[in-house]
């Protein structure tokens, strides 16, 4: 199971760079760090179901330190005579029946599993980053999976210093720690400052944006192409398997907001992970293969592009968060049609729309109809027909028109939507 390959991993890197002495074995590290750390508390890191830990005997009473020192020698007890990866002892394994929750896991072909191992895979369950949408994200990176292994005494640290907030959030917590450890604002010397993950009464730490996660992953592994396994633990287990994380395309899509946009007063990519929401839920961008920039298309952007849901043109506004939503979608377009000439060819062209709707007399004219009938085009032809009553009656921008003309025969036609889409939201920009 690969979480118990991942948990090995950590093992290994914490006796190689955060360890002095002898190495510790998979026993011993659960002895002395994943038990200090995970459990010896009323308030667990995560809740390792159907183990003795979970047990009504002892989590019932887990404000009691005996209580825990027993739930972990039972533990001891029933690890050390595994031999098949049974779930309640080995973490991501497969049910004891048929009948069970999990029983797609059992299987004729047989599986074996030694104590070893089961500690590894309570180490490796702890290493996932939880991200929103109910998916959690393995990432088998030495700096990722050094930063969880620190990242779990500070959750341990801030539960202490929150008094009142709920437990067994490793996962969550971690996609929180990712964004701040590999953030613009974590300080080594005082970890846990600046970093306020959204929390509410009920539910506890709210889990991260994957958007967000990837962000800070590009940021931390710049140029890389990690391969990460997609998985959900519980009651019902959920696998999806392994997808590549295309962080150079993050980065490239951080990288040109904040080229675009780095001189408006609070925005920068420092920003742009928070900002960004997604059209894709994390298991839909799973569906893609690689999880890169088309997986990454803004929220809500369909609602403005010709043919799309509501096809529904921007309109100018004060709101910061809109306006920001309006930046986020100019860059993905511009991403995604990964031709720079074009943001001076839709500026150039909405300027001279906007000069045309302008030149009539009356507040609504005839002049504005023909522009506005340009921007509603929801195909090439119907473009081209708008432009060309524009140019019959107005040829002071006929050279421009001339040339966008010659680009929009020559666009592929899967690339006339997010150009048109861009034309849009840059008129919007001249009408504010």
């Keep these: ?16 760079h955060r360890r002095d002495g002898p190495a510790l074995s998979p026993h011993d590290f659960f002895d002395e760090v994943v038990f200090p750390v995970a459990f010896d508390d009323e308030r667990y890191l995560f809740w390792p179901n159907n183990s003795p830990f979970a047990q009504p005997t002892y989590s019932g009473k887990r404000d009691d330190p005996d209580v825990r020192q027993r739930a972990l020698a039972d533990t001891y007890e029933k690890v050390a005579a595994i031999d098949e990866p049974l779930g309640h002892l080995f973490m991501g ?72 907030l709920k437990g067994n959030q490793v996962e969550t917590w971690n996609g929180h720690w990712i964004c701040h450890r590999f953030g613009y604002d974590y300080r080594e010397n005082d970890p846990l400052r600046d970093l306020k993950p959204r929390t509410t009464k009920s539910t506890g730490i709210k889990t991260q944006k994957w958007a967000s996660v990837l962000f800070n992953l590009a940021r931390a592994l710049p140029g890389e ?14 696998t999806v398997g392994f997808r590549q994380l295309h962080l150079p395309d993050v980065q490239r899509l951080a990288q040109l907001h904040e080229k675009l946009f780095g001189d408006v007063e609070g925005v920068s990519s420092r920003s742009l992970a928070d900002m960004y929401d997604t ?36 309109t100018p506004t004060r709101s910061p968060n809109k306006q920001n939503r309006y930046r986020i979608f100019q860059t993905w377009i511009v991403a995604m049609l990964n031709n720079e000439e074009l943001i001076d060819l839709t500026e150039s062209t909405a300027q001279a729309l ?28 119907e473009f081209l027909d708008a ?46």
């Design 1 to 16: 199971m690969y979480t118990a390959y991942i948990g090995r991993r950590i093992i290994d890197l914490y006796n190689e």
């Design 93 to 164: 394994g497969m049910a004891s029946g048929v009948l069970e929750t999990t029983s797609g896991q059992v299987s004729t072909v047989g599986a074996s599993a030694n104590p070893d191992e089961a500690y590894c895979s309570w180490v490796g369950a702890m290493a996932g980053i939880g991200l929103k949408g109910g998916l959690s994200m393995l990432v088998d990176h030495d700096d990722v999976l050094l930063a969880l292994l620190d990242g779990w005494f500070a959750y341990r640290s801030y539960l202490d210093q929150t008094p009142g």
């Design 225 to 238: 192409t990690p391969t990460v396994y997609l998985y959900s633990l519980g009651q019902m287990n959920t």
């Design 279 to 314: 059209q894709y839920s994390i298991y839909a961008a799973c569906q893609q293969g690689t999880i890169g920039m088309r997986a990454l298309q803004p929220d809500k952007l369909r609602d403005y592009m010709p043919g799309g849901r509501k096809d529904k043109m921007p």
């Design 354 to 381: 906007k000069a045309h709707a302008e030149s009539g007399e009356d507040t609504y004219t005839t002049e504005k109809r023909r522009a506005e009938e340009v921007l509603k085009a929801g195909h090439r032809r």
């Design 387 to 432: 432009l060309t009553a524009v140019l019959k009656e107005d040829d002071s921008h006929a050279e421009h028109f001339n040339k966008l003309a010659d680009t929009i025969v020559k666009m592929p036609a899967s690339d006339f939507p997010l150009f048109a889409t861009l034309l849009r939201l840059k008129y919007t920009v001249f009408s504010k």
